[in-house]
């Protein structure tokens, strides 16, 4: 039975992380890799070991992605975006410690000075080496040109590994912080494009005028009239509505309900009334 153990293995750069508990033999690898110190702070001793466009940093393709166990599947390293024949630099100062072909691919290594015991390793490949095995190069020294692939991505790109014995690191934590800072924004200038049109020309013939800002007595004037006006506008409002109001109730011509309403209806009742009272009143008198 396989006893459980936990193990500390030193962060890339200051700390440390703890790493998740498993078999005493999946930790072995990891535990060889904490016997030495972890690599040191960065400094300005590192390079891209590819240049991107215009001379800006090179994209990362696919990001370092470990395995949860020495023999299961991951990407151990980082693939940096590059052109057919790149020039491939050291990305730190060292010295090459291995230059041969591997799996169909050209394979160089260099040992980083000074990365503790075991020490670090950075591998570069598919490249062409133009740098011999036991030289000593700096950080952004030229050591080879990008080969013609086989590569680990679709598109030319160069894979990029770091490791400390038989475990695999982090290759981009060898890199200073400012590094993956992009350049300052730049205006250029613009010749040759003509201006849409409708876009007036600003000159010495056309001089720009500002309103003077109005008084206080102007302010005033002004807030009078304003009030006014739209005193004068709800009356209109408020007569029109009314003789609208009228127009509704007023029955139309011809209408019983307008017949029963008319003066000369209403005079007609008043003289028949006044025919039946006086012939009540000579009926009365005659008995």
Not at 9 to 28: F, H, L, Q, R, S
Not at 186 to 201: A, N, Q
Request: contains cysteine; charged residues 20%; aromatic residues 4%.
């Amino acid at each position: 039975m396989c006893a459980l153990h936990v193990v500390v293995v030193p962060a890339v750069g200051a700390g440390t992380i703890e790493v998740t508990t498993g078999v005493a033999e999946a930790a072995a690898p990891y535990a060889e890799a904490a016997l030495g110190p972890g690599p040191t702070a960065p400094t300005p001793e590192r390079s891209w070991p590819v240049d991107g466009p215009a001379g800006t940093r090179p994209a990362v393709l696919r990001s370092w992605e470990p395995p949860p166990t020495p023999w299961a599947a991951g990407h151990r390293g980082v693939d940096l975006a590059a052109s057919d024949g790149a020039v491939v630099r050291a990305a730190t100062p060292g010295q090459i410690a291995f230059v041969d072909t591997v799996a169909g691919r050209g394979v160089l290594t260099i040992e980083v000075s000074g990365s503790g015991h075991p020490p670090l390793h950075t591998t570069y490949e598919p490249v062409r080496a133009t740098a011999s095995k036991g030289q000593r190069v700096a950080a952004g020294q030229p050591v080879g040109m990008l080969e013609d692939g086989p590569y680990h991505c679709r598109a030319p790109c160069l894979h990029w590994g770091l490791r400390r014995g038989t475990a695999y690191l982090d290759p981009l934590s060898l890199m200073p912080p400012t590094a993956f800072r992009n350049g300052p924004s730049r205006l250029l200038p613009i010749f040759g494009i003509p201006l849409p049109r409708g876009v007036p020309t600003v000159g010495p013939s056309r001089p720009h005028r500002e309103r003077p800002a109005p008084t206080a007595h102007e302010t005033t004037n002004v807030s009078a009239g304003t009030t006014g006006a739209a005193l004068l506008g709800a009356i209109t409002l408020a007569g029109a509505a009314l003789w609208a109001l009228g127009r509704l109730r007023r029955p139309p011509e011809g209408s019983r309900r307008a017949r029963l309403r008319s003066p000369s209806r209403w005079a007609a009742i008043r003289q028949r009334r006044r025919r039946r009272c006086g012939a009540r009143a000579a009926v009365k008198s005659g008995a």
